[in-house]
């Protein structure tokens, strides 16, 4: 299975420039059509499927085109793997070309209305981001309320909600607080964690004192701790629990686990019934 | 014209196998600037112009490309719609087959002799079909992809083909404690002629299930052409020819001298005069 993909001006990262590699080698690849001998057919397609990453480019969607000559089981995988990523990605338009008498898969992708999605697109610097927006980001990630993303954050409840209005202030750097390490520490939970951080920080009430406190670095060391320990340790299982009273419905699907991120657009407000600030 | 292979590779050895080892020759080539649709009986008048090249066809099938958009959201289904059309006009076992889409025309047999009988005529016939038919002004890729399976059914591990493909190709196959526990392995090589000429070798042994589940090899070597030009049939031709010799003799390199003395030899030891897979007797 091969895949080619084109670029389209905008800034690239690491991911990309492998999704740009494959481009390069399978632009410059005959493909094969019908292959009347099944052996064959079959190691034409494992030889494939080695040296190339179907729907890779779906990692970014700041790709707007790639192809990918597949074998019928082939075929029917590359749509398995795009359908699987559907309720990850933000809205985005997808198009697809299947020559099914020639094997082959076109795919189109070109970025949507990520305002309507689910996901954090990463497409700003978390930098750049305007703090009340970030704020509520924590609270849909993090699954808590504003109070205690305050606390967490070492803000005053008054200036995030002055940050967050229209037109409101820009907060000056010594009223931030921890936020940034707040946002960071939440990114490292996204990194680590096998499920969304929030299930993970309401599980364990202790745990969450730790966190009101904004003890984040010891968070993370334990969380590290358990990780190298070996997976059927009880602790481990102990940490990885997930429940509690506060725990969210799966209203909202889970955040999408990349590489680097940056953050952040600002997801809608968590359910105002959930909210404790 | 004189065709010699890429880069200023030497000429390849010009003794025909007499067992050889391919399975599929494939020519694609890609253009552009066309008339869009291709007229409705490109079919019948591709077949025909087949015919005239001494290629015997049976079966006219069209071929369509379908594009599928769907939204990534919960919810929203996928929506189909037709790409381009085209034609297969292929023999009734499908060994030989033609593609003829709006952007694209492939030749691909199973029976190859030598280029000058084998892929020049029918490859000919189709450019000049693709130029009657939808007038393009580029070509924007020429690709010649031969796929080889090396079979020895008394192979019953990855080590028979030591001492056949050349050590350099090999690899670990060849190594002293591991390669007796290699049961397959797959390794593709990117070589760059120029900016815009190159070859993919893909290459590894694979347990051959039609084989007696011996270990055969497989050597994939797919050669392009990607510098645009205009729409020539004769120039396309020989630009096809060169990635033939440059084909060539890459299979040369990565086998072993005395194997393909082997492959030369058929059963009673007489070498045949020729070429594989795409020197040509008639041009030395």
Known sequence: ?277 | METRPLAGLPGADRTLLARPPLELAIAEIRFAGTKGELPTDAGLRLRDRLQQAGLATSRLEPRQTQRVNFTMAPGVPPSVEVGTSGWLVANTDASTQVTLLPEAAVFQTAHYHRWSVTMRPPIEALLSAVAELVSPALVIRVGLRYVNRLVDEQARTVAAWVGRVAPSFLGPVGHQELGPLITAAQQQVDLAFSETQGAIVRHGPFRDESRSRSVSYLLDIDCFDSTPSRFEVREISERAEVLNRTAARVFQYVLTDEYRRQLQTDGNGEQIEAVHPGEDVTNR
Request: proline residues 6%; hydrophobic residues 35%; negative net charge.
């Open chain 1, 1 to 277: 299975m091969t895949m080619t993909l084109e670029r389209t001006g905008w800034v690239l990262g690491d991911e990309e420039e492998i999704s740009s590699l494959d481009d390069a080698l399978t632009s410059q690849h005959t493909p094969a059509r019908e292959v009347p001998d099944a052996t064959l057919r079959e190691v034409l397609a494992t030889f494939d499927a080695t040296f190339t990453e179907p729907m890779g480019a779906m990692r970014l969607l700041w790709s707007e085109k790639f192809s990918i000559p597949v074998s019928t089981a082939g075929y029917a995988g590359g749509w398995a793997s795009a359908l699987r990523l559907a309720d990850r990605v933000p809205t985005a338009l997808v198009s697809c070309w299947a020559w099914t008498a020639l094997r082959q898969l076109v795919v189109t992708v070109s970025p949507g209305d990520h305002s309507l999605g689910n996901l954090d697109v990463e497409a700003d610097s978390v930098g750049d981001r305007n703090p009340g927006e970030v704020i509520e980001w924590l609270m849909s990630e993090l699954g808590a309320g504003r109070r205690d993303i305050c606390s967490a954050a070492g803000i005053s409840r008054s200036a995030s909600y002055n940050w967050t209005k229209p037109g409101g202030s820009r907060p000056r750097v010594s009223s931030e607080g921890r936020l940034w390490a707040l946002v960071q520490f939440c990114q490292d939970l996204s990194e680590l964690l096998d499920i969304p951080p929030r299930e993970w920080l309401l599980a364990d009430k202790r745990r969450y004192q730790r966190f009101l406190h904004g003890h984040f670095d010891e968070l993370l060391e334990s969380l590290r701790e358990v990780i190298r320990e070996p997976e059927e340790s009880s602790t481990r299982t102990q940490l990885f629990q997930v429940g509690g009273d506060r725990l969210d419905s799966d209203d909202e699907p889970p955040a999408l686990r990349r590489g680097a991120r940056q953050v952040t657009q600002a997801r809608p407000a968590m359910p105002a019934g959930r909210q404790r600030g």
